[in-house]
């Protein structure tokens, strides 16, 4: 649902910047609770680096389901992004 909501958040930031709006309209609540307003700009940027990320933590996992075997301590930090 999460990623739902992000994706159209972002078609509404391209639709702003369409029409020229540059100012922070648009509303965030972040982790810790914290609210923001961001530029249509800022939108974009945060849900294409979290895409980004999404797909690197994609491929590590991929990753380890191909290992022979599978590490033990797969869920080990140094396994991730």
Known sequence: MVE?????????????QGAGVTAPVLFLTD???GDHYLTPAQVIEL????KAFMQVLHEA?????????????Y???????
């Open 47 to 50: 849900v294409n680096a979290g």
């Open 61 to 73: 996992k991929r990753a380890l389901k191909a290992a022979e075997p599978i590490p033990v301590n």
């Open 31 to 33: 982790r810790d609770n």
């Open 4 to 16: 739902t909501v992000l994706l159209a958040l972002k078609d509404t930031a391209r639709d702003l």
């Open 75 to 81: 869920y080990d930090d140094s396994y991730w992004p």
